[in-house]
């Protein structure tokens, strides 16, 4: 059975920076399109940003865009996230999730495997 991992979250001040990674085993990445989804207290889950297969097309919310950077490394079998300039609104639990397909809308209703979360917390 295939897993992803997320790792990377943590306590970070407003401005600050972190990285998730999405470790995934028991998959061959190269054909699944994969994203990062957030889910704060009280909201539901949303998509944050997504890649296609090759890395080539991403997507972001308005709400990360130009802060956040999502890329991947399909021989090391992992996603990255890069968040920049973090707002304390961005504080939630993060998932890694993936569906087989090449594209489809960042939504996590697509989304077919899912990690367990990385909490991000952006406070002072």
């Known amino acids: 059975q295939g897993q992803l991992v997320e790792s990377g979250g943590g306590l970070v001040p407003p401005g600050g920076s972190l990285r998730l990674s999405c470790v995934v085993s028991?998959?061959?990445?190269?054909?699944?399109?994969m994203g990062w989804f957030r889910q704060a207290p009280g909201k539901e889950r949303e998509g944050v940003s997504c890649?296609?297969?090759?890395?080539?097309?991403?997507d972001y919310a308005d709400s990360v865009k130009g802060r956040f950077t999502i890329s991947r490394d399909n021989g090391k079998n992992t996603m990255y996230l890069q968040m920049n300039s973090l707002k304390p609104e961005d504080t939630a639990v993060y998932y890694c999730?993936?569906?087989?397909?090449?594209?489809?809308?960042?939504?996590?209703?697509?989304?077919?495997?899912w990690g367990k979360g990385t909490l991000v917390t952006v406070s002072s």
């Open positions: 999730a993936m569906t087989y397909s090449d594209y489809v809308p960042c939504d996590p209703r697509g989304m077919d495997y």
């Open positions: 028991g998959f061959t990445l190269d054909y699944y399109y």
């Open positions: 890649i296609s297969r090759g890395g080539t097309n991403t």
